[in-house]
């Protein structure tokens, strides 16, 4: 079975840190780009990062640059985001996505909800 | 990285058809003929619906398609039914990033 299972939410303190994982199957991993997408509850999708299918090529939205960093671990089949120095307004349920074909979000992960808060 | 527009709400008794517009600008939408469309309902992850403006992934009803003039992309939604009630996203590629819409909820009266 095709799927994307995150891990790694809580709760943490404003400046804390966090890495989410997402462990995929059941698809040939190193072949597609990979993406976090985040969704405040109630609030709609906001694209996070994304990184190319060999790690070479990483991208973050300007809310998340210098914080954030994607990775991923080919071997292992795993997507990575390290969370670094995080904000009230970092609290949302991240999910991680594949780009399928043509830009379009095929799989989904469950998603794993991070809270920011003192 | 502004959001794309979409209206907050959007409603059609069964049977009717409603269309859900998704404006972005020229360096979004209208640069690029990768606007997808997602369905999301209550607690779950996003569904693909349409991806290249106008291609639907197999197993998606061809009750729903995809447009776009210009800057504006359009969902369009033909017999509709209950199932269909749902959040909707558009998205698109802009260059080095990915912008999504607000999302519209939509209303099977």
């Known amino acids: 079975e095709v799927q994307l299972v995150e891990s790694g939410g809580g709760l943490v303190q404003p400046g804390g840190s966090l890495r989410l994982s997402c462990a995929a199957s059941g698809f040939t991993f190193s072949s597609y780009w990979m993406y976090w997408v985040r969704q405040t509850p109630g609030k709609g999708l906001v694209w996070v990062s994304r990184i190319k299918y060999d790690g070479t090529i990483t991208h973050y939205a300007d809310s998340v640059k210098g914080r954030f960093t994607i990775s991923r671990d080919n071997a292992e089949n795993t997507l990575y985001l390290q969370m670094n120095s995080l904000r009230d307004e970092d609290t949302a349920v991240y999910f991680c996505t594949r780009d399928g074909r043509g830009l379009g979000f095929d799989i989904w992960g469950q998603g794993t909800m991070v809270t920011v808060s003192s | 990285q502004s959001a794309l527009t979409q209206p907050p709400s959007a409603s059609g008794s069964p049977g009717q058809s409603v269309t859900i517009s998704c404006t972005g600008t020229s360096s979004d939408v209208g640069a690029y003929n990768y606007v997808s469309w997602y369905q999301q309902n209550p607690g779950e992850a996003p569904k693909l619906m349409i991806y290249?403006?106008?291609k639907r992934p197999s197993g998606v009803p061809d009750r729903f398609s995809g447009s776009k003039s210009g800057n504006t992309a359009s969902l369009t939604v033909s017999g509709l039914q209950a199932e269909d009630e749902a959040d909707y996203y558009c998205?698109?590629?802009?260059?080095?990033?990915?912008?999504f819409g607000g999302g519209t909820k939509l209303t099977v009266l």
């Open positions: 998205s698109s590629y802009a260059g080095a990033s990915v912008v």
């Open positions: 290249e403006v106008t």
